[in-house]
């Protein structure tokens, strides 16, 4: 690396050869030209030699207030607080400019050390908040993830989704309700252990339920081996009985290829029956403040209930409501009447016909 050049070395350079000049001059004069040394010449030599010496010190006091200068930016460099330099009223111009240019510079750096640091600290706090965002986006589809495990993930958005205190609010609207049990469970499971019953339960309700929730089926409860759902919640309301009934065959066909599966793992094999029914009830939440259930109540559930119950091991049996709104393209042909408790009027029911469950 080329070492740096000093002023002073440059000065006393300058003044070497600035004063070499006249002394060369007057040697010529006086002896090659033999010029007479009078007083004249003297004088004139004395002048220039105190104007060599007033240049000289021009320059010494130019080169003070440089290094000057330069001592006071490195200070100020150097400094953790940063100021402004001052100079003297008997500084040169140019020096005064020079310093002037860089008190600017001092203060620009300053401003833009300080706006530097403002942008970091902005920059940590939006660092903050969008991991804050991350983490509530994680735990919110965690908490998704776990809901969409007992209802539909379309409901299960709806209820996330909603800022009120309660949920859901309650309205009466028309509904189709399926019921599906399992039947002679009790003798089944009382030959089996309790662990087996749980796997064989669980591998059940799981194939059941991924049926009802492609039919737009909002599964409201299990009750032991019984599971019920609600159709018409989701979706178009006018789709809700169909969609229950394609549901509802689905589930059985499923079963009776879950059983195939159930025979290999050494489990009993056994039937389900399932009841439907369509008609007005109220949708709400039912509890306390502090445990709400989304369900619905009212006679069509009753109804749904009891038409589960008379419905006998892969069959499906079917309400009037559900019946009119479903039998131009499902085969069904009439079972009856049953009587409802706390009901006057006998209920007519149809059983979903062997062919359309075959044909599934």
Same mark, same amino acid.
């Given at each position: 690396m080329k070492k740096p050049v000093r002023f002073v070395y440059v000065e006393q350079a300058s003044y070497s050869l600035i004063g070499f000049i006249p002394y060369l001059l007057a040697y010529c004069l006086v002896l090659y030209l033999e010029i007479e040394v009078t007083t004249t010449v003297l004088l004139v030599a004395l002048a220039a030699l105190v104007a060599q010496l007033t240049g000289y010190m021009c320059i010494r006091k130019f080169g003070k207030q440089l290094k000057s200068v330069r001592d006071k930016t490195a200070?100020?460099?150097?400094?953790?607080?940063?100021?402004?330099?001052?100079?003297?009223?008997?500084?040169? $111009?140019?020096?005064? %400019?020079?310093?002037?240019?860089?008190?600017?510079m001092m203060a620009e750096s300053e401003r833009s050390a300080k706006n530097f640091?403002?942008?970091?600290? =902005?920059?940590?706090?939006?660092?903050?908040?969008?991991?804050?965002?991350?983490?509530?986006?994680?735990?919110?589809?965690?908490?998704?993830?776990?809901? +969409?495990?007992?209802?539909?993930?379309?409901? #299960?958005? =709806?209820?996330?989704?909603?800022?009120?205190?309660?949920?859901?609010?309650?309205?009466?609207?028309?509904?189709?309700?399926?019921?599906?049990?399992?039947?002679?469970?009790t003798s089944i499971s009382e030959h089996m252990k309790p662990e087996e019953v749980i796997g064989m339960l669980n591998s059940y309700f799981d194939a059941m339920v991924k049926i009802i929730f492609q039919h737009n089926g909002v599964l409201d =409860?299990?009750?032991? $081996?019984?599971?019920?759902?609600?159709? %018409?919640?989701?979706?178009?309301?006018?789709?809700?009985? +169909?969609? #229950?009934?394609?549901?509802?065959?689905?589930?059985? #066909?499923?079963?009776?290829?879950?059983?195939?599966?159930? +025979?290999? =793992? %050494?489990?009993?094999?056994?039937?389900?029956?399932?009841?439907?029914?369509?008609?007005?009830?109220?949708? @709400?939440?039912?509890?306390?403040?502090?445990?709400?259930?989304?369900?619905?109540? %009212? $006679?069509?559930?009753?109804?749904? #209930?009891?038409?589960?119950?008379?419905?006998? @091991?892969?069959s499906i049996i079917v309400g009037e409501q559900t019946y009119n709104y479903c039998q131009s393209h499902i085969r069904m042909q009439p079972k009856g009447e049953i009587k409802v408790k706390n009901r006057s009027a006998a209920v007519k029911c149809f059983q979903v016909s062997k062919r359309a469950l075959i044909e599934q």
């Open positions: 200070l100020v460099v150097m400094a953790d607080h940063k100021h402004s330099i001052e100079v003297d009223e008997n500084t040169p $111009d140019e020096l005064a %400019g020079i310093v002037h240019h860089f008190n600017t640091q403002e942008m970091t600290t =902005k920059m940590m706090l939006y660092a903050r908040d969008i991991e804050h965002y991350q983490q509530r986006l994680r735990e919110e589809g965690e908490q998704r993830h776990r809901l +969409s495990r007992y209802i539909d993930h379309n409901l #299960a958005d =709806k209820i996330m989704n909603n800022k009120e205190d309660t949920p859901l609010q309650n309205s009466r609207q028309e509904a189709t309700i399926l019921f599906a049990d399992i039947r002679s469970f =409860k299990f009750v032991g $081996d019984e599971l019920m759902a609600i159709f %018409g919640l989701l979706g178009k309301p006018e789709e809700g009985p +169909s969609n #229950a009934l394609h549901a509802a065959i689905d589930m059985q #066909a499923r079963c009776r290829s879950l059983m195939s599966e159930f +025979s290999l =793992k %050494g489990y009993p094999v056994f039937e389900v029956g399932i009841g439907v029914n369509t008609g007005d009830v109220v949708v @709400g939440n039912v509890g306390s403040r502090n445990r709400m259930d989304y369900t619905v109540i %009212g $006679d069509t559930v009753n109804v749904a #209930a009891r038409l589960e119950q008379m419905a006998e @091991g892969q």
